[in-house]
């Protein structure tokens, strides 16, 4: 199995289960969605910080690609926030996850259109329905 999907198997655990656990946590706790958010970061910010400790990478700082990703981080965080707070507002998870996670659609659409990223004829299908699939199922668990 090629290593990228073996990641994207991981994410895809990750994030699962870090809705649940959010979920457990507000339910338990008397906390603010903006108090969870922060614990939330700070988690990241422990890991990503073990990581670096214990890793070594080569650390080289460009400002043009460390700005974009600092400007993405800070997206991220918007859209987690608003998950925390649609979370304390009592929001079923199961059906507030396929309308979060139809982000996918958008991804595809801005990967094809920003950096070129077009299907090759013979997945152009595939990827049109697994598109409208998203669209259904965000719809079908939402309304």
Do not use: H
């Not at 699962?16 to 969870?36: D, E, H, L």
């Not at 614990?39 to 990503?48: D, E, H, N, R, S």
């Not at 979060?100 to 991804?107: D, G, H, I, Q, S």
């Amino acid at each position: 199995m090629v290593s990228w999907i073996v990641y994207g198997l991981i994410a895809f655990v990750c994030f699962a289960v870090n809705t649940i656990v959010y979920k457990v946590a507000q339910q338990k706790g008397n906390f603010s969605p903006y108090y969870g958010a922060l614990l939330f970061g700070l988690g990241a910010i422990l890991l990503f910080g073990f990581f670096l400790l214990f890793n070594k990478p080569d650390f080289k700082f460009e400002w043009k690609s460390g700005s974009l990703a600092l400007i993405a981080g800070v997206i991220w965080a918007f859209g987690f926030l608003s998950i925390a707070i649609a979370i304390a507002q009592k929001a079923d998870v199961a059906r507030l996850a396929p309308i979060y996670n139809a982000n996918t659609l958008l991804a595809v659409f801005l990967g094809i259109v920003f950096l070129k990223e077009i299907p090759d004829v013979t997945q152009i299908f595939r990827v049109v329905a697994g598109a409208v699939l998203i669209v259904i199922g965000a719809i079908l668990v939402s309304v």
